[in-house]
């Protein structure tokens, strides 16, 4: 697998008898499927392109066509697989915005530089994220509030944090 790649989606089944596949999107906007012309479908040690050749939604699953996949057979042969993309296909990002895999097993510090650990997960809430940085045996939650979030440097993967009272001592 190619970690420069980005994940879009799990195929989960075939669709019918004609090869589509139902795949659940990990993505934020799963209508950008809509914007896709094709997918690379990763199958752990190799990665395989597929043109798209349609997309529909039902429920909270992509219904994708896929050239190659022109059974039910094939499309179950897929089932599992994870969908991805090449970065230059990514959505963009607006200012202090980062995706989720730039910032996780980034340092986190306070203003003053004492060391607090590692952000190992992302959780999301809806209303904001919320990074769990794990510091020796315990884990700290930090909201992704820009009262709380003063720096990230993805260059040098440093994240400098403002801990509101109590964070810390939970």
Do not use: W
């Amino acid at each position: 697998m190619d970690d420069t790649f980005f994940e879009v989606g799990v195929i989960t089944g075939a669709m019918g008898i004609g090869g589509e596949v139902k795949v659940f999107p990990t993505t934020d906007d799963p209508r950008r499927f809509d914007d896709l012309t094709e997918v690379y479908i990763d199958a752990g040690n190799f990665m395989s392109p597929y043109a798209i050749e349609s997309v529909r939604y039902q429920k909270n699953l992509v219904i994708l066509k896929l050239t190659g996949a022109d059974d039910r057979e094939a499309a179950e042969k897929l089932k599992g697989l994870t969908l991805r993309i090449p970065p230059d296909q990514a959505l963009p990002l607006g200012h202090n915005q980062y995706y989720h895999r730039d910032l996780l097993e980034m340092r986190v510090i306070e203003e003053n530089g004492e060391e607090l650990g590692v952000l190992t997960h992302i959780l999301e809430t809806g209303a904001n994220d919320v990074y769990v940085v794990r510091s020796g045996r315990k884990d700290i939650l930090i909201p992704a509030i820009e009262q709380c979030i003063v720096n990230v440097d993805t260059a040098s993967r440093v994240m400098t944090v403002r801990l509101i009272p109590g964070l810390k001592d939970l």
